[in-house]
């Protein structure tokens, strides 16, 4: 089945810095790639998301890079916030024969004021 | 609010015994996921339905079952509850079509069984 690698699982930044995760699959056949974020004690939302025939999908302060030869994407958030700070998943959606959701094992963002 | 709804909210019950976990999709959507989340532990898929019938299958237990009624509602049935079944059940729904599986979740159902 899919298996997901994410990293790292926790990071700390200063405010106003950048934050970067990283997220390796291993189904070739993937082709959908969201990105959740889980404040504490509340459900995972969908933050944004990326399809495999686009390199790059920017929203605001946020910004999702699929390399799909190389079989991994990238979480960017700019100017940080305190509000940033949640637990981040990433996600491979894979068809075919094994249709599922496949997350990686998140990765805790702290943004210090 | 995601549109799906969970409940019970909060459940706490005793080993040995059975519970069930319902969940109601977003309106117009066919597919519906469980997942698990424990401490420390990301979302782990248990199970997928898609107009009733099962989709996908995770890393579910034997005494865990799932099944999804015509009116599209899920129900999980966790039975033979041990101390480590403890965690954050969700819900998600979604259209379930190939070109659209963004996932919504419920807020859940924490199971504590002491």
């Known amino acids: 089945g899919e298996n997901v690698e994410q990293h790292p699982s926790t990071l700390s930044v200063q405010e106003g810095d950048s934050a970067v995760i990283k997220c390796t699959y291993s189904?070739?056949?993937?082709?959908?790639f969201p990105w959740y974020k889980q404040e504490l004690g509340k459900r995972p939302q969908l933050i944004i998301d990326i399809r495999s025939n686009v390199g790059e999908k920017k929203d605001q302060r946020i910004a999702v890079t699929l390399n799909k030869t190389a079989k991994h994407f990238s979480l960017h958030i700019t100017e940080t916030q305190p509000e940033d700070s949640a637990v981040y998943f990433c996600?491979?959606?894979?068809?075919?024969?094994?249709?599922?959701?496949?997350f990686g094992k998140g990765t805790l963002l702290t943004v210090n004021p | 609010d995601s549109g799906v709804t969970q409940t019970p909210k909060h459940l706490i019950t005793a080993t040995g015994q059975r519970v069930t976990l319902r969940c109601s999709p977003r309106?117009?959507?066919?597919?519906v996921y469980w997942y698990q989340q424990s401490l420390d532990q990301g979302l782990q898929f248990l199970i997928q339905?898609?107009?009733?019938?099962?989709?996908a299958k995770g890393n579910i237990l034997e005494r865990f079952s799932a099944q999804q009624f015509p009116d599209l509602h899920s129900e999980l049935n966790l039975s033979s509850l041990e101390l480590g079944d403890s965690a954050l059940y969700f819900c998600a729904s979604s259209p379930g079509t190939a070109k659209n599986e963004k996932l919504f979740f419920g807020s859940g159902t924490q199971l504590s069984v002491l």
């Open positions: 339905y898609y107009n009733g019938e099962e989709r």
């Open positions: 189904d070739s056949a993937s082709n959908y």
């Open positions: 996600a491979v959606f894979s068809g075919g024969s094994n249709y599922k959701l496949t």
């Open positions: 309106s117009g959507d066919l597919s």
